[in-house]
């Protein structure tokens, strides 16, 4: 079944074209606008999906070498995400729907972060637990079946990737911050800056406070090493991660555990989680690199898998800005 994925929840315009297991397309266009502001524009997100949509998937399709009329279904992020975003890419897949007689299936963005796995070779195994770590969520989910979640824990303020942004536009690097910092990190030590793990208890994260802990660092020494603070960071915010999942290994006790989302795609947290897996004797899976950030492919495949069993979304389902895994049925 060939299936176009459209995704638009925030400031990537991502097409995706699959058939069954088969990637043919994974175009991505990331917006560069925002960096001057230290963070996404609602509004410019969406102006930028506009204008940006079509090119980018005229240029999947070419990738592909496919036509419109070959699609058999169209699968699109829903929510959660920035409303006006999401009506951008729910308008389009409508449009399609109605115009090429094809069915579409609307698609929870973090549902799309879970099937990325589904995209590598290895696949987990039913019952898994997903860290799902990115700029706009961090949590942790017990997948105890296909389409079947229990959410152990989220993020109480603000979430890991939103931390590295906020964290980078303190140190006076570039949007988004993530790549930055772990660059400057990869220089550091992190010894020479002592920063708080966060601990909030339970399975729950929280980053407002390391953020602040640097904001003050920064203050009060004027002449701070930029690489140490970046690496004394990068390890709290990191360890962090470490801890709080290996409570909830140890509470749902299973034997695979997959890390997702954009943040997945540092190198540092890789060989964190994947010392974790050896520690604890488990499976770990992390998606391609290409397949971490926000991206069609993913949508495509999470919304292919959908609609095998529920079928198609009625063409008056509408864009939400919050939706839980556990919602979903």
């Not at 088969?22 to 502001?37: E, G, P």
């Not at 397949?291 to 864009?319: E, Q, W």
């Amino acid at each position: 079944m060939l299936t176009l994925g459209i995704e638009t929840s925030c400031d990537e315009t991502g097409i995706g074209l699959i058939d069954d297991d088969c990637i043919l397309a994974n175009v991505v266009s990331s917006q560069l606008a925002h960096t001057k502001y230290g963070g996404v524009v609602p509004e410019l997100a969406a102006r930028n999906h506009i204008r940006t949509i079509i090119p980018v998937m005229k240029n999947a399709f070419d990738v592909a070498r496919h036509r419109l009329d070959d699609v058999e279904l169209i699968s699109v992020t829903r929510g959660p995400g920035l409303m006006g975003a999401l009506l951008v890419g729910l308008s389009i897949a409508k449009s399609l729907a109605i115009a090429l007689k094809k069915p579409m299936i609307g698609v929870n963005h973090l549902e799309g972060h879970v099937y990325a796995l589904s995209l590598a070779p290895q696949k987990p195994q039913y019952p898994y637990l997903i860290l799902l770590v990115s700029g706009g969520h961090t949590e942790l989910v017990l997948v105890k079946e296909e389409f079947k979640y229990q959410t152990l824990g989220r993020t109480v303020d603000d979430a890991c990737g939103e931390a590295f942004d906020k964290v980078a536009k303190i140190l006076g690097l570039p949007y988004p911050g993530g790549p930055y910092i772990e660059k400057e990190a990869r220089t550091g030590n992190a010894e020479n800056v002592r920063l708080p793990v966060p601990k909030p208890g339970g399975f729950n994260f929280s980053y407002a406070g390391l953020k602040t802990a640097v904001l003050y660092y920064t203050k009060d020494h004027q002449d701070y090493n930029l690489s140490d603070v970046a690496a004394s960071f990068q390890e709290s915010a990191l360890e962090h991660l470490i801890q709080v999942t290996e409570r909830a290994l140890d509470h749902v006790r299973v034997e695979h555990l997959g890390v997702v989302g954009g943040v997945s795609v540092n190198k540092r947290l890789r060989e964190r989680f994947t010392e974790l897996s050896m520690r604890k004797s488990i499976h770990l899976y992390l998606p391609d690199i290409q397949h971490c950030t926000d991206n069609g492919v993913m949508i495509a495949r999470a919304g292919a898998r959908r609609f095998r069993k529920y079928g198609p979304s009625s063409l008056t389902v509408d864009a939400v800005a919050r939706e839980a895994l556990d919602a979903l049925t």
